[in-house]
């Protein structure tokens, strides 16, 4: 029995050096892994700081083109503001001046009018022509 004892006790003892052999190995494995799930981390997060840089850059320059935007905008409906103005402004003198021109073509036979009417004798005056 003492050898069966022995047996069994060299057994049991490389069973339990072969699970601590293991047990290393599962640890090293899981540390490895760990490490590794730590850097594929690490490189997400870099990568991610990145395209938030980049995105921001981005954003600014979008902002930069929406407000030169607005103001080229601005200056337009100014500029076509003044625009309308002027063109009401010419389109105004236009008529008077129109006007004016018409009435000084007018002025003369309106005056010969004025003096015939004038010199109209008494027994024209009642003609319904004449009134």
């Not at 022995?6 to 699970?19: D, E």
């Not at 008077?96 to 009435?103: A, E, H, N, Q, T």
């Amino acid at each position: 029995m003492n050898s069966e004892l022995r047996i069994k006790i060299l057994l049991y003892n490389c069973f339990r050096v072969m699970k601590k052999e293991e047990k290393k190995e599962k640890d090293d494995l899981e540390k490895k892994l760990e490490e590794a799930q730590k850097h594929q981390d690490d490189k997400k997060y870099r990568e991610l700081e990145e395209k938030i840089v980049q995105l921001e850059k981005e954003k600014k320059e979008l902002e930069e083109i929406a407000k030169r935007s607005q103001y080229e905008y601005i200056n337009l409906k100014v500029d076509f503001d003044r625009y309308q103005r002027q063109i009401q402004e010419s389109s105004h003198a236009m008529e008077l001046d129109s006007l004016l021109s018409v009435v000084k073509k007018f002025l003369p036979f309106i005056e010969d009018l004025r003096k015939s009417l004038e010199n109209i004798t008494d027994e024209h005056k009642e003609d319904p022509l004449t009134k």
